[in-house]
């Protein structure tokens, strides 16, 4: 088969690995890719808006199976418009997708179905907004509606941070604001909840837990992830029924109510506060670096998984996992999340030896006169699995010790609540 994978992060790169071990596999093309999917596959730049462009090039190529890594051709419609064209994607349509693409979408549905999750209010302007705040409790969570990139969530300890929150979302900020949302506060621990669906029936692809935060001990402002574990530490049996039937079901009866079919891969992300699950979101995606931290542990082949899901036969499938733990630190340009440096060199990558249970991914690299250099905030993902979580993370700072990247910073203690309770 030839397969072509859309995106140019670390979880892609792990999509291309994963499907690479497939015998069915002739040939991988990724758009745009980055110098690591250019190992595995062959890269191509288009640009993920020019839905056009991308079809002819499918077309053309004959590429089989298509799948889609980023939110933003999903929420897009990306999936409706290649289907209509006869190419096989995998991935969930555009009304299915606005689960991500709409915060009040979702939170509509939470209240229509009964799923739990955090007292929200709806706002359409500064005014009603503001006049709400004044008799909360804090902190309180103000949110942009849309897609923002993991940014667009402010956590407001006060009324005059929450009013400035107000203002930036109604600014313009994150894209126009016509809505506002305002929501609880919970506390918790947070949880990565991962399915994949087929429109009749669903699999559970694993749990993980990520670290948002820059700084070690979970401080500073929230990144796209700074490393990730899988499983979570929080899973148990009674919980991931709570959140099959409390949350997972409704969700997908939601969407069925609408006429519509969830195809592809739903992550939920969670608050777990006294072993009873909240909804904080939904992504209609792969997390990222979660995706990257649980597909080494998958035994199946990726591909199989993928196509039983496109022909609707995902029942037929048994998903069989490895015991291992795996676990995933990010190496980042300094700087990051702020402003920093891109096109610096990282030599050594050729020179580090990796075992069968070391995986490096790469997030924003690029290939240039065959020197690889980094070209984003995120620039590597280390991961290992080992049979705990601390002797995977020692192996993994070993290894960014060996490469020894002057440009760059990560943190050293991913997996804390895991590896030192
Ligand atoms: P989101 O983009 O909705 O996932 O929000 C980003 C982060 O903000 C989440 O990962 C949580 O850490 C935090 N957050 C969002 N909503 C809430 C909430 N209602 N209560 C507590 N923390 C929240
Ligand atoms: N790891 C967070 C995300 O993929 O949205």
Redesign the pocket.
Known sequence: MIICVLGSGG?EHSLCKSISLSSKVKKIYCIPGNAGTDELAKNVNINLDNFEKILKFLKDYKVDLVIIGP?KPLVDGIVDFLEKNNIKVFGPRKIPSQLEGSKIFTKNICKNYNIPTSKFGIFENIENAINYLKNVNFPIVVKADGLAS?KGVYISNNFDEAKLAVKEIFGGKFGIAKNILIEEFIKGEEM?FFIISDGKSFKIFKT?Q?H?RVYEGDEGKNT??MG?YSPSGLINEELEKKIINKIILPTLKAIEDMGEKYKGFL?A?LMISNNEPYLI?Y?V???????QTILPLLKNDLIDVLIACCDEKLENQVLQWKEEKSLCVVLCSNGYPEKYKKNIEIKNLNNLSLDKNDYIFHAGTKKENGLILSNGGRVLNFVCLSTSYKKARERILDLINKLNWNNGFYRKDIGFKVIDK
């Open positions: 979880r939110e993991g990565s993980a990520d948002k796209g992830g990730a992550y992300g979101e992504n995606r792969m997390g990222d670096p979660e995706c």
